[in-house]
């Protein structure tokens, strides 16, 4: 007997159990609307169920720490001395033929890195002095240093990063792979976003955690650090969880009634639905409820420091929603867009995630969680090796400009070789000319690590299937474990 | 002669059968739109329209009956919400159901499409495809505070059934049209729809090259239903599109320019008229003075900046400031962000008197910062530019509009090799695909030609394409499913003949979109019952036969308006620039630099139409119930349903203050009992009576409620109810809770 014939038969207390299991349990297919769009029925009536990749995976959550704006890798990650000698010069024009990007002009000069660098771990990967911590995480982190990008904008710059075109409308990374996944987790949203900012929000805004044409049960729903954590989720004003109940209730019988009258296939959905509306309402407020966690683990992410509770908050609870089945967790602070100033504006960026984001490695890794969680972390593109000439070049107050050609990102934990460099810049860090690797590698390889192949997992729109990494992209063997 | 005879005859016989195979093989949407003979049925009973001849015809085909007609209420409910996107009112269900003429129902029809939230409701169909916003994109995402002239302009068309043909030829070439009307140039505010970058670095050229082939696209999506954007780095996988033609098209727009225009309002043109003279006087005596070295400053300005222009890269500071020119001129006036540049690309002998004021303007507040600053300070002119801005200030400017221009400087038109705009290929000019025309006719080389071209009325794309987004829209889904797509990889039509016959009567019928709408409604199949059949559920599970009506939640809009309406709050104004309801603070805090400052007074309550669209952080309710992303054309909106629609429905503050008013409405009725009152409740918010089972339900939910606010007098005292009904403020808390739970009702939020 399927939940439509039980409905009919009026056998309301059996539905109900398995109503408030949850979309999971009771979203038969029978029950749910068909819409006809997609030939995966089941996919279709239960978005959020299950399911299992194309091949073994070998990292089942994502933490993906979106630094946009675009961090300075040359005073983060990729040091160059033979930069010095070149400082206040004009670039060798040989690093220039063939370019036309509007933004790097050709009239811009060398600019050394006033940082310094040092060597970490055993395996003696350079870090400059503004990353004290994650330094410290060395020999468990992957460092790319040859990573390319199209488009020398941020938001179109992001748009890629995040959903694999530079166009508006192409879900993000996370709603393909909600999709592809589905969620553990009965109480919460599959893909979850959190923001922190050192003054501005994130340039894209929502468009880069959309779920484009994927259906929008897949897009990212944010949770916010100010008022409630997701959008109404506090009741009105004198509605205490026993009216809240009280009203579930009676929706839930009317609609029912409603039901048993019309058929419609969407009341049964409708009716799951409120249900984890309302467990959302105690499940989110516990995630960010951190009164139980030791005053170690407190420390480790920073908490009890103005400066990085905001990004250490945002860390500690990835972890929690991790641990609760959130397949994806995308972290974006803002801005790391250094054109000026970039000695201070670096700082205080790094000031407010070093600490956290190691705290984060650290503590997945001492719970077992690193081995099955990946951490991505990095921005939309690079910064110049020049000074920036737009705006401040005046003494002491320089900065770099956009830079799409090579930049670096962090890799660490599920399926990711660890303890390594992989592929290498020009001696000004101008061009990569060891292994390089294209966004797409890098989305197609993540893709990877979940046990999808990035070539298959697609979407029928517009009479075409798409898929993240449009038309290009190639696992990049050399990251994997 | 023989021989030769003999030749033409085996030659025109073989053309014939080329020409046949050639007819066999075209592509179904292809073909040219033929009148069909109107299907025999045997079921007489079921026809009242045409319409219904071809569908039960196809149910007859695959022995299954057609449902019966929905009951009175439904239908007027069904028709208010589809017609003018709101809900009947109490008093509206009265008036059909005690009207028993046989046209009661058409009469119903012609009330609504005479209503004027008709063009309301239907000009937000039309914004989801040209993904209207009040924002320009992009990390600025400047204001764009004169977009909702455009809009305007979509509800006033739709009311006064403005022609598809000449909605369409305004739209795209409105500013083209021999004695051009300031509404026919506002028509063109659809191609401004288009996102518009100007954070600082941005390449003009490479987000001008972006507009264009958005502009291609849309027309690509909207008229042709193709694809088009497929083509632009590579000829098309599957239809016959090459990049060729792909530049084709976007050279009918590469030849436009963005530019705002004066479009006073009622009452404005004839106080700038009175105030221009003196305007004019005031200015010119101002500028008199230094007027010969200010233009010869002016020009050696405009020669550096040209020369940057043309020769990027040598002098980055000129570099600077002819990218500045291109990103702030116009910023958060929604203006042209081009049109400096191309004013000072023309030479000044041939500068209209409006464009030289303009580009003087700029040059002095922004130019003189570049110059020796001797000369400059030496002519006074920042006080100059003070003075005429003081001047200007004190104008009654007319209200302006985002419109389209011919470009003011031709451009060559090149193929972008692989898509990127710098890899110039082959030089093209304006043409339409040549699989898609008729070669004894002229091919379009303008816009203008380009939108008659379209709706000549023997395109077979243009009529098909638009009645099936139409069909969507009253069914639930098109009769070709994949509406944005009548390429080759798109859905066949389910009913082909009959999405035929719509497409030629409604180029019969002179394009009128109501008389289109009148049609289908009036149609039995429209009319059918929506429940849910058994017989169905294993033979044609997503009713692509309709066999039956379908059950289609409401869209974010509607159920704004609809809680709006039900309670009592939904102000009724019509038009106007667009209003910030109430959101979380933390919603704009998202993205880059926007702020939310809510509307007051009865802006609080205006139709969702009017809801200021930010594109970096689109209004939550909105995101929530599948408004479209304003960053792309959506041909057919999602109806997801998730626990942030209910989050919201029960908690928003804004749907409850709704259930506190619908509670104060009801209380305040001249009703004696419970049982009255949870009547005209349901009334007012489903249009319908409640079934005993319902009431049952309802009165034990009273009873439990109180009972709650009896234990816990200080929740009750959180409600405020004496806000809302100042003589039994339990009661009043307790209804409250009701009115929320109708308000959250499936039913209330789904169109049957």
């Not at chain 1, 675009?70 to 001395?81: E, H, I």
């Not at chain 1, 350079?126 to 911590?133: A, M, Q, T």
């Not at chain 2, 670095?201 to 696209?217: H, K, P, S």
Request: proline residues 6%; glycine residues 8%; neutral net charge.
């Amino acid at each position: 007997m399927n939940d439509q014939e039980l409905l009919m038969r009026g056998q309301r207390r059996l539905f109900l159990t398995r109503a408030a299991g949850g979309l999971g349990t009771i979203a038969l297919s029978q029950l749910l609307s068909h819409d006809g769009l997609t030939a995966d029925v089941k996919r279709r009536t239960e978005p959020f169920a299950p399911r299992e990749p194309h091949f073994s995976p070998r990292a089942k959550n994502v933490i993906f720490i979106f630094m946009a704006g675009a961090p300075s890798q040359l005073d983060l990650f990729d040091p160059k001395p033979a930069m010095e000698k070149l400082h206040g010069e004009a670039v060798p024009a040989s690093f220039l033929e063939g370019l036309s990007d509007g933004l790097i002009r050709g009239s811009a000069t060398v600019f050394a890195s006033p940082r310094k660098f040092q060597k970490f771990g055993d395996c003696g990967m350079e870090f400059s002095d503004y990353l004290p911590n994650l330094s410290r995480c060395a020999d468990d982190i992957c460092m790319v240093r040859s990573l390319s990008t199209d488009v020398a904008n941020h938001h179109p710059a992001q748009l890629i990063m995040n959903c694999g075109s530079t166009m508006w409308g192409h879900p993000s990374l996370g709603s393909w792979v909600t999709y592809g996944l589905g969620s553990e987790s009965q109480n919460m949203p599959g893909f979850v976003v959190m923001l922190s900012n050192s003054g501005h929000g994130v340039d894209g805004g929502a468009s880069l955690w959309g779920s484009g044409f994927l259906p929008s049960i897949y897009r990212g729903v944010t949770f916010r650090s100010r008022g409630d954590a997701i959008l109404h989720l506090t009741n009105p004003p004198g509605v205490r969880r026993s009216t809240q109940r009280l009203r579930l209730d009676v929706l839930r019988d009317l609609n029912q009634l409603r039901f048993q009258r019309t058929g419609d296939r969407e009341i049964a959905s409708r009716i799951a639905n409120y249900e984890m509306g309302f467990r959302m309402q105690d499940a989110a407020p516990e995630i960010l409820d951190f009164s139980r966690e030791t005053t170690t683990t407190r420390t480790l992410y920073g908490l009890d420091h103005e400066r990085t509770r905001w990004f250490g908050s945002n860390c500690l609870s990835a972890r929690r929603l991790i641990e609760r089945g959130v397949r994806f967790v995308q972290l974006y602070h803002t801005t790391w867009d250094d054109h000026s100033n970039l000695n201070t504006g670096l700082k205080t960026n790094c000031e407010m995630t070093d600490l956290p984001a190691a705290g984060l490695i650290q503590d997945l890794k001492q719970r077992g969680l690193l081995e099955d969680t990946l951490i991505i972390w990095g921005g939309e593109f690079g910064r110049t090796p020049m000074n920036e000439v737009r705006r401040g070049n005046s003494r002491g107050r320089e900065g770099r400009d956009h830079h799409p050609f090579a930049f670096t990102t962090l890799l660490c934990g599920g399926g990711i070789k660890r303890g390594q460099v992989v592929g290498a810049t020009d001696e000004i860090g101008y061009h990569v000319i060891r292994d390089p690797i294209h966004v797409h590698d890098l989305q197609a390889t993540i893709l990877h690590c979940l046990g999808f192949d990035h070539q298959r997992l697609t979407y029928r729109h517009q009479g075409r299937d798409f898929r993240l990494t449009d038309v290009g992209g190639e696992v990049v063997t050399q990251l994997l474990a | 002669m023989w021989y030769y005879r003999g030749n033409v005859v085996a030659v025109l016989g073989a053309l014939w059968t080329v020409a046949a195979v050639a007819g066999e093989t075209q592509h179904w949407a292809l073909r040219r739109v033929i009148r069909p003979e109107l299907p025999a049925v045997r079921n007489r009973a079921a026809i009242r329209s045409p319409i219904d001849r071809f569908v039960v015809g196809r149910l007859e085909a695959e022995g299954i009956g057609p449902s019966s007609s929905a009951d009175r209420t439904t239908l007027l409910r069904r028709i208010s919400l589809d017609l003018i996107g709101l809900p009947p009112s109490a008093r509206e269900v009265d008036t059909f159901l005690r009207d028993e003429s046989p046209d009661a129902y058409d009469r119903q029809v012609d009330r609504l499409l005479s209503n004027p939230h008709y063009g309301e409701h239907w000009a937000r169909g039309w914004l989801d495809l040209c993904h209207y916003a009040d924002s320009d994109g992009y990390l600025t995402d400047q204001s764009r505070p004169v977009a909702w002239r455009f809009r305007q302009w979509l509800v006033t068309a739709f009311n006064s059934d403005k022609p598809y043909d000449a909605f369409t030829i305004e739209q795209l070439a409105g500013d083209l049209l021999p004695k051009a009307t300031v509404e026919q140039r506002i028509a063109t505010g659809f191609l401004r729809q288009t996102l518009s970058n100007r954070e600082g670095g941005a390449d003009l050229e490479e987000f001008r090259v972006a507009q264009i082939v958005d502009r291609t696209e849309l027309l690509g999506t909207i008229w042709l239903g193709l694809t088009v954007g497929c083509a632009r780095c590579h000829d098309h996988k599957y239809d016959p599109l090459s990049q060729r033609d792909f530049f084709s098209l976007f050279a009918f727009f590469d030849q436009a320019d963005e530019i705002n225009i004066d479009a006073p309002l009622p009452g404005e043109l004839g106080k700038f008229l009175e105030a221009q003279p003196q305007y004019d006087r005031q200015r010119r005596a101002l500028i008199g003075p230094v007027e010969s070295r200010l233009t010869e400053f002016q020009h050696r300005w405009e020669a550096k900046l040209l020369y940057a222009a043309q020769h990027p890269g040598e002098d980055h500071v000129w570099d600077r400031h002819w990218e500045v020119l291109g990103l702030v001129w116009g910023g958060n006036l929604g203006e042209g962000q081009l049109e400096g540049c191309e004013i000072v690309k023309r030479d000044h002998t041939q500068r209209s008197p409006n464009q030289h004021d303009r580009i003087l303007d700029y040059f002095l507040r922004h130019g003189t910062l570049v110059d020796p600053p001797a000369e400059s300070e030496s002519l006074n002119l920042k006080q100059l530019s003070e003075k005429l801005e003081k001047l200007s200030g004190e104008v009654p400017w007319p209200t302006r509009a985002m419109a389209i221009r011919a470009a003011l400087n031709p451009r060559q038109t090149r193929i972008h090799e692989r898509g990127d705009w710098r890899a110039p290929g082959d030089a093209v000019a304006p043409n339409v695909p040549r699989y898609l025309t008729d070669r004894s006719r002229p091919a379009p080389r303008d816009r203008l030609a380009l939108a008659r071209w379209l709706v000549s009325g023997e395109h077979p794309l243009t009529s098909r394409v638009a009645v099936n987004r139409i069909w969507q829209t009253f069914f639930g889904r098109g009769l070709v499913l994949t509406s944005d797509d009548f390429g080759t990889r798109g859905n066949r039509p389910s009913h082909p003949l009959l999405l035929d016959w719509l497409a030629h009567e409604w180029v019969r019928c002179q394009w009128s979109t109501k008389a289109l709408h009148r049609r289908l409604v009036g149609s039995a199949t429209y009319r059918q019952a929506s429940e849910a059949r058994r017989d169905l559920a294993a033979l044609d599970p997503d009713n692509v036969l309709l066999a039956r009506q379908a059950n289609l939640r409401l869209t974010a809009e509607q159920i704004r308006d609809a809680t709006l309406a039900a309670s009592g709050l939904l102000s009724s104004r019509i038009g106007g620039p667009a209003v910030r309801p109430p959101q979380p603070p933390s919603v704009s805090e998202e993205s880059y630099g926007n702020e939310w400052k809510p509307s007051t007074g009865e802006d609080r309550y205006r139709r969702a139409l009017y809801t200021w669209i930010q594109r970096t952080s689109p209004f939550a309710q909105g995101v929530t119930f599948d408004a479209p992303s304003p960053g792309k054309s959506c041909v057919r909106r999602e109806r997801s349903n998730t626990p942030l629609q209910a989050l919201t429905l029960l908690n928003d503050p804004v749907f409850f203050e709704a259930a506190r008013s619908l509670a104060g409405r009801l209380l305040r009725a001249p009703l004696t009992s419970d049982d009255a009152r949870i009547e005209l409740a349901f009334r007012w918010c489903l249009a319908r009576s409640p079934e005993d089972s319902e009431r049952t339900r309802l009165e034990a939910y009273l009873r439990d409620q109180t009972a709650v606010f009896e234990t816990d007098p200080g929740a009750m005292r959180q409600m405020q109810p004496l806000a809302v009904d100042g003589r039994n403020p339990k009661r009043a808390a307790v209804w409250v809770g009701l009115a929320s739970v109708l308000l959250n009702l499936h039913e209330f939020i789904t169109r049957d």
